[in-house]
């Protein structure tokens, strides 16, 4: 369903851009998120952006430091993530839900649907 690239290993405080590229559906009609996964723990909701783009959701650890954002033409969402962070390592994931709000997919994984793709690493590493 989703196809996630754009990952690799940077140092603190360096950036990437992750990209999701949807097939047998169209992002613009979904909410769609980015989710982290680090071995030995749950997904966990990094950011998540609504049919119209507004108010799109941040967790605590990435706000003021990722930008999410969606290419309905090329029918993808990136997340671009700068000050990258140790913490911010692991493997990145995305997800859509059918008309949930941003903060209720990210944080409570509300409606999520299809099963999760292969993901990209992304490791953060001095």
């Known amino acids: 369903q989703f196809v996630e690239s754009g990952g690799g290993l940077v140092q603190p405080g360096e950036s990437l851009r992750l990209s999701c590229t949807a097939s047998?559906?169209?992002?613009?009609?979904?909410?769609i998120g980015w989710f982290r996964r680090v071995p030995g723990q749950e997904y966990e909701g990094v950011s998540c952006?609504?049919?119209?783009?507004?108010?799109?959701y941040y967790s605590d650890a990435v706000k003021g430091r990722f930008t999410i954002s969606r290419d309905s033409a090329k029918n993808t969402v990136y997340l671009e993530m700068n000050n990258l962070k140790p913490e911010d390592t692991g493997t990145y994931y995305c997800?859509?839900?059918?008309?949930?709000?941003?903060?209720?997919?990210?944080?409570?994984?509300?409606?999520?649907?299809?099963?999760w793709g292969q993901g990209t690493q992304v490791t953060v590493s001095s």
């Open positions: 047998l559906m169209r992002v613009r009609d979904y909410t």
């Open positions: 952006i609504s049919v119209n783009d507004v108010r799109p």
């Open positions: 997800a859509a839900s059918f008309s949930a709000p941003p903060e209720t997919v990210c944080v409570y994984y509300d409606g999520v649907t299809g099963s």
